[in-house]
């Protein structure tokens, strides 16, 4: 008896084990986006979030935490963080961007990253947090806005990896979506 309940604690161990492995969205730096797409084709979600911004704070612990919505974004897209006030070079369709007016010394904000104003600006404004969609060429399909919750998240999710926004309205989408998450 203590052999099969030791066994099915080492199965039990295992598998949790196993899940505990897709616990988390993989994320990826830009540096490394553009030969993972050579390999395999996906869509991409930009995460543009600062260190100091409390939105960007909740959106990571309470909707890229979501199991439904790791397990999703990790099965169609190529996942990548950008700090945009950070101070790192990126190389990105050949062209690098920095943060010029980026100041080590400086406490909570500082200078926007380059890139973050090629992607990352709506009507001309730029704010935190913004998830940037793109398609397999990184052609920007929308940069959203905002803190989402994982059921708010899901339509956008949905209506990039699937292409309807191709073909179909976002608000007819919107109000026809059945959410799962």
Known sequence: MRNIAAK???IALLISNISWAQDKINWIHFDELEAKMAEQPKKVMVDVYTNWCGPC???MAR???NPKVIAY?????YAVKLNAEGPDPITFKGTTY??????????GRNGTHELTYAIAPV???IAYPTIV???EEFQIISPVQGFMTPQQVEPILKFVASEAYLTEDWQEYQQNFKGEF
């Open 8 to 10: 099915l604690i080492f």
């Open 57 to 59: 704070k909740m959106m």
């Open 63 to 65: 909707t890229f935490t």
């Open 73 to 77: 974004v990790n099965e169609h897209y």
């Open 98 to 107: 920095s943060n010029p007016q980026y100041d080590p010394t400086r406490g």
């Open 123 to 125: 009507n001309g404004r």
């Open 133 to 135: 969609y793109m398609n």
